[in-house]
């Protein structure tokens, strides 16, 4: 990798070896997996990592279903999975590899659609060599990516054995001709244009404060309020009629026939949070912590001044959200400040993001570290909350006063959200990496291992 | 001239040339293909052997063995003097009467293949074959670009194949696949909008927003919601009763077929009934209160609601009050008024009942009306007939409809005998002068005009002939009319348009982008279809003010929180800025600077303008459900609805891309960037 970051000359016309190659990059991440050619902006295929079955899991006519398209609908016995763990590795390799597929071949390259003994491929073409037989012919290939290399990222702390376990997956199941696996927190710095960077990734479950840190601390926050909030999901909702603030919710539900798994339940319940992390939470942007402030008065109890900002549940149940909506944010910066609830303890103080960026810089060397503080590029949906950098670059002056902190965080959506993407397809696109590819040759030679080897 | 084609899961459009105001697509063919003798081949319809010892006299047959490639279906010939018709391009020939004869029957879906199931391509043999089966109808000249109409289902890879295909098999100079999505936006003349395309199987939902089509989160091809679902739920409901999938498949297109907007009381039926019909939800027990779009009405206040009754018998005539009063006897008075009351309601019941069985109810809304009924047409397969023969020079064009996937309703536009004369002008203008095309176009379009009667009193003459075939019931249905989409389409797409709002990044344009749906699609013809979709969203999505708001909410938006500093704020972006990958709304401005009727860009600007005004507490979409307004300018589609805007918009799109940019801004790509790009070089240049 390093050569790729050094070398300041243009590549020699050789080592461009297969210009013409389209290499996937895909992106597995807990909430979703995104795919897509390198070289374009943004993924083509953004496919939630939560899959649903119908049927026993361990019995052959289990029915997996993938895609937003389809986990959404309320079925009996629909059971929700996720292939990943919480810390973003995979756990179930079988269904991962599936899945991974499904986000490649849906959107991106043919897959065999039909049986070849049904679907005329594979009969002898009449015509001769014309256009036609020609197309038919580049359907025909037995796996989805055998023209197309393959760039997979993976995060910091994978082991070993799932390294081995993705490029087995490439070349034995995918027939990929050529193979890399690439840090995404590497990728992230070539998102943000840097060749050293201190990456904050705030995704949904990388550190455990981030995404789902919050959705449970508004669970609890929603919990224990008086009255309860209710979390009702859209799908459990016919029509709704307006209501006054806080009154209870006058609603038509639906009915259904079969019970629906809690899984699917708890999975529509996350989309309504996200659209309250998106609407109503803020982070305190500082200076200073939530609990703390000048002349006696807290930032707690300046925030509660503030007016509030107003949220509709599904079933049409509405209230304005005051201190609450910077009170579940602040978990992340200071444990103390984390609601609990007895099957969710408070998050040891070293877990929060100051915490963590003060570990990993004082596990370089002193000499980088105000390198690296000039260069903080932040990603990951969670650090779009409303205050979040601003938060964050007061956090950091007030732990390192000395060395100028600078943070890049891109404006655009979406490349905060997929930065550690677009970092893999700026990589799987540029000509002098065609060299670094794993080839299937090399793996044939080498074995599992060469990716131990290679990608480092 | 361009050449436009747009596969759809049932039926292909396509036409050859823009003609001045932009019409419908010319030509309709049903998307399948019929597996032809020799394997690997197909043709266009059905194909029988047969062993025929007639004389042929006046009729010329056919001969369609190994491909149909050259025949042009749309030149027909008319023999009016005894309703024959005979394909009049020279390729037909007597045949000898020891070989055997071939007839192709246009109405039979025998071995039928569709090629595109749910907007996938299944079978790429057959596609493509499709494929050149209406490039060899539309027969344009040389040096005719084409403009493909890409479902969202197709993968990259597909584009490059249907790239590949068309620069090596049509050699066409220069080739263009254009997003349906962003098709319909070009026709509704919108850059940001939610379109939700309705098709056969499935439905398609994009948020465009200036242009660019949100690829994440967008519903693409969401199986199970589209216009087969309600024929599969009508079928449900009456196949018991011994209706054939054919006859609910006519029942849904005819026009007494309707959705009712959720919670409708269903005429004629007791009111618990029907709610828990129409919306089983809406019985089920709710929560916390009673409430909502329960309204009750007694059965008596509905009648009073019929136009027919509602004859003023009800407004217990002039009572001078004051008297009764004054009588002392008001309780006594109103007890009997009442009873009254109720014995006019009885009589009057039953004299509706009694009407509606006579079928009288002639003013009554269809929604109002216990049964209504609809002509349904039955096909006798009568290929023995001579008749049959006949028939092979109607096949996919059959004007009459009703079996190439159209509506029965709409005609479809008559190819005019100009035809031929427009195709050798266009040959000999193959270089592309506009202006010349364009002159052509205007008189072509007179020329049409004429056509076009000759061809309503042909088509005449044709329901005649055809009326040996063709068995036309009245069939009678009840209530079970109005429950086509009671199998959950209307949650579903809903649901799915949620969905894709809310997964577009920038949290200010979601309010844009409920603010212009654009409904689509053949599926969504069906009566009522859009209101009820509308009234779906509105129930279950609407966010209302906030009643803790209203005072607040007054105050700039951004009194209530921290002043953002851009760099976590998801900002509204001008157009063009964030994304490089798609056709320079700049170009679109000026290329259609000329003609403000096609200049989509210019709402663009007008609606950036509101955007920066716009401010609600709100940080929740929507606050508002709206359906984008229907183009008005062409005159053409308003008979016939924007179901298919999306061929509108690919005609806007191709005398765009074709005509007034030239290729400046990559619109298409050439030849000769094929030649040096490869197939892959589409992802460059498409719409």
């Known amino acids: 990798m390093s050569g790729v970051q050094s070398s300041s000359v243009p590549p020699g016309a050789q080592e461009y070896g297969g210009d013409e190659i389209s290499a996937l990059v895909l992106d597995p991440g807990y909430s979703s997996v995104r795919a897509g050619f390198a070289g374009e902006d943004v993924p083509k295929s953004v496919v939630p990592s939560h899959y649903g079955t119908i049927g026993p899991l361990d019995s052959p006519e289990v029915k997996y279903i993938f895609g937003d398209n389809s986990i959404h609908t309320p079925l009996p016995n629909l059971h929700i999975h996720n292939p990943m763990s919480k810390d973003g590795t995979v756990e179930d390799w079988d269904t991962a590899t599936k899945l991974w597929e499904y986000a490649i071949t849906s959107r991106l390259t043919n897959f065999k659609a039909s049986n070849p003994a049904m679907n005329g491929l594979n009969d002898p073409p009449e015509n001769g060599g014309n256009v036609e037989a020609d197309i038919e012919a580049s359907g025909e290939g037995e796996k989805p990516l055998e023209d197309n290399p393959l760039l997979m990222t993976e995060t910091g702390w994978n082991s070993g054995k799932s390294r081995e376990r993705s490029i087995e997956v490439a070349m034995e199941n995918w027939g990929c001709p050529a193979f890399w696996l690439a840090r995404n927190g590497v990728c992230v710095a070539f998102a943000g244009g840097k060749a050293s960077a201190l990456v904050v990734d705030v995704g949904v479950m990388r550190s455990p404060l981030a995404g789902n840190f919050i959705s449970q601390q508004l669970r609890i926050l929603f919990s224990t309020s008086n009255p309860q909030i209710p979390l009702i999901p859209h799908y459990l909702v016919a029509s709704k009629t307006p209501v006054d603030a806080g009154a209870p919710a006058v609603a038509t539900y639906r009915q259904f026939d079969t019970s629906i798994h809690d899984s699917f339940r708890r999975l529509e319940e996350e989309r309504v949070l996200q659209e309250f992390k998106e609407s109503v939470v803020q982070v305190w942007q500082g200076p200073g912590r939530l609990n703390s402030g000048q002349q006696g008065t807290t930032n707690e109890e300046v925030v509660k001044s503030w007016p509030g900002r107003p949220f509709e549940m599904p079933d049409g149940w509405n209230q304005v959200f005051g201190g609450e909506r910077f009170r579940v944010s602040e978990g992340m910066w200071d444990a103390k400040m984390a609601l609990t609830d007895p099957e969710n303890p408070a998050p040891p103080q070293s877990q929060t993001i100051p915490a963590l960026i003060q570990a990993s810089l004082a596990a370089v060397d002193v000499d980088i570290r105000p390198h690296l503080l000039a260069n903080v590029v932040i990603t990951g949906g969670t650090s779009l909350l409303y205050g979040f950098t601003d938060r964050l670059n007061s956090e950091l002056t007030q732990m390192f006063p000395g060395p100028r902190v600078r943070l890049s965080a891109p404006g655009n959506t979406a490349e905060r959200r997929f930065a550690s993407w677009i970092g893999g397809s700026i990589l799987g696109s540029l000509g002098a990496f065609h060299q670094m590819w794993v080839s299937k040759k090399e793996y044939e030679e080498h074995g599992a291992g060469i990716v131990e080897k290679r990608c480092k | ?687």
Not at chain 2, 96 to 114: N, T
Not at chain 2, 284 to 297: D, K, L, M, Q, Y
Not at chain 2, 300 to 321: A, Q, S, Y
Not at chain 2, 509 to 520: A, N, Y
Request: hydrophobic share 35%.
């Open chain 2, 1 to 687: 001239m361009p050449a436009i084609i747009s596969p759809g899961s049932q039926t292909t459009l396509a036409q050859l040339g823009l003609p001045e105001s932009f019409t419908p697509a010319k030509l309709r063919l049903p998307t399948r293909m019929f597996p032809a003798e020799k394997k690997g081949e197909w043709e266009p319809c059905k194909i029988r052997e047969i062993r025929s010892k007639k004389e042929k006299t006046k009729t010329d047959v056919v001969e369609d063995g190994s491909s149909d490639k050259k025949e042009d279906v749309d030149m027909l010939d008319v023999d009016e003097a005894n309703g024959v018709k005979s394909l009049a391009n020279g390729e037909s020939r007597n045949e000898e009467d020891d070989e055997p004869l071939y007839e192709e029957d246009p109405y039979s879906e025998e071995g039928a293949v569709y090629p595109l199931k749910g907007g996938i391509v299944t079978n790429w043999p057959a596609f493509l074959a499709l494929l050149t089966h209406v490039h060899n109808t539309l027969s344009p000249p040389f040096h005719t670009p084409i403009l493909l109409i890409a479902q969202p289902a197709w993968t990259s890879h597909d584009h490059e194949l249907l790239t590949q295909f068309f620069f090596e098999k049509f050699k066409t100079p220069a080739f263009c696949i254009m997003d349906s999505a962003m098709a319909v936006c070009y026709a509704y003349g919108i850059g940001t909008a939610t379109v939700v395309d309705v098709g056969y199987e499935k439905v398609d939902i994009t948020a465009v927003s200036d242009f660019v089509a949100h690829e994440v989160g967008r519903g693409v091809a969401i199986s199970g919601y589209g216009g087969e679902t309600m024929t599969q739920s009508l079928f449900e409901l009456l196949g018991s009763k011994g209706w054939t999938r054919d006859m609910c498949e006519q029942l849904k297109k005819s026009n007494i077929c309707e959705v009712l907007p959720q919670g409708t009381i269903l005429p004629g039926e007791p009111q618990n009934d029907a709610q828990t019909i129409t919306n089983p939800a809406a019985a089920a027990p709710t929560g916390a209160t009673e409430s909502g779009p329960r309204v009750t009405i007694s059965d008596v206040d509905m009648r009073d609601d019929d136009p027919i009754i509602k004859d003023g018998e009800d407004n217990d005539g002039v009572l001078d009050v004051a008297s009764i009063v004054a009588s002392g006897k008001t309780a006594e008075f109103l007890a009997r008024k009442e009873r009254e009351k109720a014995e006019r309601a009885a009589a009057k019941k039953a004299a509706t009942d009694a009407a509606n069985a006579v079928t009288k109810p002639t003013r009554l809304p269809n929604s109002k009306k216990d049964r209504n009924t609809f002509w349904y047409e039955e096909r006798r397969h009568s290929h023995e007939d001579s008749d049959a023969v006949n028939e092979s020079g109607r096949r996919a064009t059959e004007p009459n409809g009703s079996k190439s996937g159209g509506d029965p309703k709409r005609q479809k536009t008559p190819e005019p005998e100009a035809e031929p004369g427009a195709t050798s002008e266009a040959k000999g203008d193959a270089a592309g002068d506009i202006a010349m095309t364009e002159e052509t176009e205007a008189s072509r379009r007179e020329k049409d005009k004429a056509a076009r009667k000759e061809e309503k009193r042909r088509n005449k003459q044709q329901l005649l002939a055809e009326s040996r075939d063709v068995l036309r019931k009245e069939i009678e249905v009840g209530v079970e009319r109005f429950m086509a989409a009671s199998g959950g389409i209307l949650e579903g797409v809903a649901d799915g348009i949620h969905r894709t709002v809310l997964a577009v990044e920038e949290v200010g344009k979601r309010g844009e982008l409920w603010d212009s749906l654009v409904i689509v699609g053949n599926g969504s013809k069906v009566r009522g279809f859009k209101d009820a979709l509308v009234a779906v969203l509105n129930s279950k999505y609407l966010i209302s003010p906030s009643s803790a708001t209203i005072f607040t909410s007054e105050l700039p938006s951004n009194l209530s929180t921290p002043l953002a500093t851009g760099a976590n704020t998801p900002q509204p972006q001008l157009p063009g800025m964030s994304h490089s990958s798609n056709v320079n709304p700049l170009l679109l401005a000026a290329t259609t600077a000329s003609n403000p009727a096609l200049n989509p860009a210019a709402s663009v600007i007008s609606h950036q303008h509101q955007q920066h005004n716009l401010h609600s507490s709100h940080g929740q979409t929507p606050t508002s459900i709206k359906l984008a307004k229907i183009p008005e300018y062409f005159p053409e589609w308003k008979d016939v609805g924007f179901e298919e805007a999306l061929f509108l918009g690919a005609q806007v799109a191709a005398k765009v891309v074709f005509v007034v940019d030239q290729g400046i801004s990559k619109g298409f790509m050439t030849r000769v960037e094929y030649n040096e790009l490869g197939p892959s070089g589409i992802h460059e240049c498409s719409l």
